[in-house]
């Protein structure tokens, strides 16, 4: 399995405060990402990075940053956490464009 | 946009059975395809990909998916389908104008009667 490791992996919070996920990978893979699952929407990508310091939005970016100041980390932050965001939340790694992606076993985050 | 719809929510199928999921995409060049299986509790597990040649392209724990450019289809099918299979599918096509991005089904879900 590829090294990814998601912390924390469960953690229940109140709306308004704000939260930070952890991607650790030690793969030494180019791109990183984050997803949110939600029944019957599939995966759908917060945010990528395709190196350090660079970073994009995905499909739904709105109310997350991210943070990507070393290769082996990626950094999800919700800056005011809203009941909308509980979620699980899943990291993926791969090592291109084209190239498959290696998946976390993810934070279930539950916001109150 | 690229797009992906899986259109079997649940399925359900008996030990020994054979199976096939459902994946069509929406893309304008040869797409990159994926297939991935999601235990309960885990993250996502890849099973296959297909990037170009042999439209029949092998997997793991059995699986295969063939790929059809005509019906903008490509299938995940076993033969003989195991108690453990049970779990939920995802079918996947590159997306991003650098192809550095995914785009995922709804997924389905597989139960197994024994």
């Given at each position: ?9 469960h ?6 405060t ?95 | ?21 459902r ?10 395809l ?5 235990s ?75």
């Amino acid at each position: 399995d590829a090294g990814i490791t998601q912390s924390p992996r469960h953690k229940v919070t109140e709306t308004g405060t704000p939260v930070t996920l952890r991607c650790h990978q030690t793969e030494n893979h180019r791109y990183m990402y984050w997803y949110r699952q939600d029944p019957g929407h599939g995966l759908r990508l917060i945010h990528y990075s395709y190196g350090v310091k660079d970073t994009d939005k995905g499909e739904v970016s709105d109310g997350y940053s991210v943070s990507r100041s070393k290769t082996e980390d990626f950094l999800l932050t919700l800056e005011s956490a809203t009941s909308s965001q509980t979620s699980v939340y899943f990291c993926a790694i791969s090592e291109g464009a084209n190239q498959p992606q290696h998946f976390g076993d993810g934070t279930r985050l539950s916001i109150l | 946009a690229q797009s992906v719809t899986q259109p079997d929510i649940h399925i359900t199928v008996s030990e020994g059975a054979s199976l096939e999921l459902r994946c069509n995409y929406s893309y304008g060049a040869t797409p990159y395809l994926f297939w991935y299986v999601q235990s309960p509790g885990q993250g996502l597990q890849l099973l296959l990909k297909y990037f170009s040649g042999d439209t029949l392209v092998q997997g793991i724990k059995g699986f295969e998916a063939e790929f059809k450019r005509s019906q903008s289809s490509f299938n995940l099918r076993k033969p003989s389908v195991h108690w453990s299979d049970a779990a939920e599918y995802f079918c996947a096509v590159e997306s991003g104008s650098s192809g550095d991005k995914l785009t995922f089904g709804t997924g389905t879900r597989l139960a197994v009667r024994p």
